[in-house]
């Protein structure tokens, strides 16, 4: 047999078997693109929910850390006259129109007395275009046209709203002069809803506040001088003879 023979026996590929191993090439690398694809917009997904959660989970912890150390102290806002209450709530404060909250707490760092101000801090808590804020002043009371540092905590916030738990029931207004038992917030966002976290108040504020009322007034008479002096109690002769 001839070489050329042998040369018409091998033959290759046609166009058409070509064209069809092209076409199911690309339709397995199409499949398989599709399936890495999601995996990865799954991965996206769940590292931006996770770091969602870790941020508002480190928001609670600061607001925690505030209501829990909350001072029975009077507070100024905006450099006016000290409030009756030492827990302020309005919605027209702190230059937002929805609630905010407002107090006085303990525990501000400061070692050894190095930064001139006080351990004592004002804080509030206000919603600004969307955005659950902290706000602090650098001194506990603040002046007239001192702004106040703001540190952002929650975003995407539609609403925000704070309920006090008196007398084994939780309402939306405070009682005057009296610490709640605890306190509700309640913040709704677009992308998790509604979020609900309650905050106990220390225990003994309410005490605190009936010492202070009990305490003498500014010209060193107390209840109880002024008790004696209604039922007639006078001096020993005594004391008389040690006041001459």
């Known amino acids: 047999m001839s070489i050329y023979t042998k040369r018409q026996k091998i033959r290759g590929f046609t166009l058409i078997e070509v064209l069809l191993a ?41 607001i925690e850390r505030d209501f829990l150390q909350i001072a029975a ?40 007395l190095l930064i001139p101000r006080s351990d004592l801090q004002s804080v509030a808590y206000r919603i600004n275009d969307n955005v659950l804020e902290r706000l602090h002043f650098n001194f506990v009371d603040a002046v007239t046209g001192e702004e ?3 540190r952002k905590l929650i975003e995407q916030v539609t609403a925000f709203d704070i309920e006090y738990f ?13 610490f709640p038992k605890a306190i509700k917030l309640i913040v709704e966002t677009e992308d998790i809803g509604i979020i609900e976290r309650k905050f106990l108040i220390a225990d003994g ?8 009322q009990r305490r003498p007034d500014a010209n060193g008479d107390s209840q109880n001088n002024s008790t004696n002096a209604q039922r007639g109690n006078t001096p020993s002769r005594s004391s008389q003879g040690d006041q001459r």
């Open 22 to 62: 092209i076409a199911i090439f690309a339709m397995i690398s199409l499949a398989s693109f599709s399936v890495f694809d999601g995996v990865i917009q799954s991965e996206r997904f769940s590292n931006e929910k996770m770091q969602r959660l870790n941020d508002i989970q480190r928001a609670w912890l600061v």
């Open 73 to 112: 102290r009077s507070m100024r806002v905006e450099g006016e006259t000290p409030l009756e209450n030492f827990i302020h709530t309005e919605h027209s404060s702190f230059s937002t129109s929805d609630e905010s909250i407002a107090f006085v707490r303990h525990g501000w760092t400061n070692p050894g």
């Open 148 to 150: 106040p540092r703001a």
């Open 166 to 178: 008196y007398k084994s029931k939780w309402q939306n207004t405070l009682i005057k002069a009296q």
């Open 205 to 212: 504020l309410n005490e605190v506040r009936i010492m202070d």
